[in-house]
């Protein structure tokens, strides 16, 4: 994956990363299958989809602990407002 196309990846839903995620898992799959069977020459090209799931996992976190953290962020400021 490119790093442009990463930087679009990081702009999108949650939901949409995870539809790309599954769409490269089956990539990997399919590869491997082909691999086996001797219908592919190029080999590297597993390493380079585990590379693109890997990325995309962690965008997927990164995206969940920041909102997790915005929702911490704005209780702890009503409870602020509550008490203070």
């Known amino acids: 994956m490119k790093r442009k196309e990463l930087n679009q990846l990081k702009s999108q839903s949650i939901d949409e990363i995870k539809k790309k995620l599954k769409e490269r898992q089956k ?3 399919e590869e491997l299958i082909n691999l086996k069977m001797d219908k592919t020459k190029d080999v590297h090209v ?13 965008i997927i976190s990164f995206k969940t602990l920041s909102s997790q953290y915005e929702k911490n962020k704005d209780l702890n400021k009503e409870t602020k407002h509550a008490t203070g």
């Open 46 to 58: 597993i390493s380079k989809i585990r590379k693109d799931i890997a990325q995309l996992k962690t």
């Open 27 to 29: 990539e990997k799959t």
